[in-house]
Nanobody
Framework: QGQLVESGGGLVQPGGSLRLSCAAS????????MSWYRQAPGKGRELVAG????????NYADSVKGRFTISRDNAKNTVYLQMNSLKPEDTAVYYC??????????WGQGTQVTVSS
């Protein structure tokens, strides 16, 4: 059974940076597309960034383009989300997702990111 564990969240001032990590276990990490989602209070879960398994193509929500960067280290079974120039509207619980075709999908428990002065 696959498992994802996020870390790196916390409280940061507007304009600051955070780096989220998601450690994977229990499945062949290099074969899975990895994504970060977030859910703010009272809102639905939205895709923030994704990275494919082979070519490592990336995609981003318009709201984070130019500020966030997703990357993966297959040797460490870990995906990262570097978040710069954070804004209060980035406040949310951030979730890691692993997906293999439409057959398998795993979610982490989430990590809270709060951007406030």
């Amino acid at each position: 059974q696959g498992q994802l564990v996020e870390s790196g969240g916390g409280l940061v001032q507007p304009g600051g940076s955070l780096r989220l990590s998601c450690a994977a276990s229990g499945f062949t990490f290099r074969n899975y597309a990895m994504s970060w989602y977030r859910q703010a209070p009272g809102k639905g879960r939205e895709l923030v960034a994704g990275i494919t398994s082979g070519t490592r193509n990336t995609n981003y929500a318009d709201s984070v383009k130019g500020r966030f960067t997703i990357s993966r280290d297959n040797a460490k079974n870990t995906v990262y989300l570097q978040m710069n120039s954070l804004k209060p509207e980035d406040t949310a619980v951030y979730y890691c997702n692993a997906k293999f075709s439409n057959l398998y999908s795993y979610w982490g428990q989430g990590t809270q990111v709060t951007v406030s002065s």
